[in-house]
């Protein structure tokens, strides 16, 4: 279950909308299928219906989907899990995960964690340690409101130190124990430039995936995570020349042991991840 290594290129998608579900499934890797936030709390209860119909109809692709569901504290919860017994799906994200204990009803799934409260940052490591999250994200504007603040980011665009911070200790948590880190979303929609460069960033320091709140931030995304093809040819030399990565050794003159030959297998999971997107993008199937 912790060995799951996913595509970058995520895209929220309001679960009370199915005909979006379909066009999100053509654009990205991996669509999170919301019964949250996006979601008018009026609509809460199509949205279910909405979710249920996919599953019973044969749309919902249990493979490429995530369902976000309701924090523990919510009192849409009972109703989401209610859900989660009448339907086959068994990979979903929990909202404003809090505490391990808010994830004893969910043992048989595969969970990702969203870390988006002061307490849920404070507890990220006991989170991390529950034997069925998959994976870690967080998120910025949830978390400063809940601090009593009034925005994650500085007038230029950059987080804010707190931000940072939280951001970090998700990081550090999910890695520590071998899972997903998938980075918080960009809100600015037409702020290209900021999103490649925050994306470039998350490469750089180990996220797995960022996830979108709009359709056309996914290539972008996507173009941010992809390794270069230098990058994807000294992977694959590293690991032909040092027997898959097996003991301390040198390469090119550098010393290499166990954190270098799994950032290598990173860089060809990535690399794997853009050759079968080209894939499907040119199976009629598909298309």
Not at 25 to 35: E, F, G, K, M, P
């Amino acid at each position: 279950m912790r060995q799951w290594t996913p595509p970058p290129g995520w895209l929220f998608c309001p679960a009370d909308r199915p005909e979006r579900y379909r066009k999100a499934l053509q654009r990205a890797d991996i669509t999170v299928l919301d019964l949250e936030d996006a979601v008018a709390p009026e609509r809460k209860n199509d949205a279910r219906r909405a979710v249920a119909e996919l599953v019973n109809d044969g749309v919902y692709d249990f493979e490429r989907t995530v369902l976000r569901i309701h924090g523990a504290g919510s009192s849409e919860h009972t109703a989401d899990l209610q859900l989660l017994r009448e339907t086959s799906i068994g990979r979903i994200m929990l909202a404003k995960a809090e505490q391990a204990k808010d994830l004893a009803q969910l043992g048989h799934l595969e969970v990702i964690a969203l870390i988006e409260t002061p307490l849920g940052v404070e507890q990220c490591a006991s989170i991390a340690d529950t034997t069925c999250v998959t994976a870690l994200m967080w998120g910025a504007d949830d978390l400063v409101a809940g601090l009593g603040g009034l925005s994650s980011r500085c007038p230029d665009g950059r987080y804010r130190d707190v931000a940072r911070y939280a951001r970090s200790r998700v990081l550090v948590a999910a890695k520590a124990r071998s899972l997903v880190a998938i980075d918080a979303v960009y809100m600015d929609i037409r702020d290209v430039d900021g999103l490649r460069a925050e994306c470039l960033d998350a490469v750089a320091v180990g996220f797995d995936a960022t996830v979108a709140i709009h359709p056309t931030q996914v290539d972008v995304i996507r173009d941010a995570y992809a390794p270069s093809v230098d990058q994807a040819r000294w992977a694959r030399d590293l690991l032909a020349a040092t027997n898959d990565g097996r003991g301390v050794t040198t390469f090119e003159g550098r010393m290499v042991d166990g954190p270098v030959y799994a950032h290598a297998r990173r860089i060809l999971a990535r690399s794997r991840h853009t050759r079968e997107r080209g894939e499907r993008s040119t199976d009629p199937a598909t298309a």
